[in-house]
């Protein structure tokens, strides 16, 4: 399994992105799919998954903002983030967690910096 995250760039606070995270291989249910990001310094935050049955939590703080959709037929996993922060700037990761056998699959990152 392989992810591939790209989309990230520079915006302005209010902006918005869309990042991708295009799939190869095959992930193996009951998995995770999902956005994390991480600021220099500081652990990595989740910032939505959703379980293989369809549940989808979003964190806290991009609650109402950002949204997660999938394109099965093109194997690519999205985020829209919408009225971006500067507190948004960070590395965004996707990746994939194959429940059964604990597999945990990374993205290489892509940056996303939001301007004052």
């Known amino acids: 399994v392989q992810l591939q995250a790209s989309g990230g760039g520079m915006v302005q606070a209010g902006g918005c992105l869309r990042l991708s995270c295009a799939i190869s291989g095959n992930i193996d249910s009951p998995n995770v799919l999902g956005w994390y990001r991480q600021v220099p310094g500081k652990q990595r935050e989740m910032v939505v998954r959703?379980?293989?049955?369809?549940?989808?939590t979003y964190g806290d703080s991009v609650q109402g903002r950002f949204t997660l959709s999938r394109d099965n037929a093109k194997r690519t996993m999205y985020l829209q983030m919408n009225s971006l922060k500067p507190e948004d700037t960070a590395v965004y990761y996707c990746?994939?967690?194959?429940?059964?056998?604990?597999?945990?699959?990374w993205g290489q990152g892509t940056l996303v910096t939001v301007s004052s």
């Open positions: 959703v379980f293989s049955g369809g549940n989808t």
């Open positions: 990746a994939a967690h194959e429940l059964k056998m604990m597999k945990l699959y």
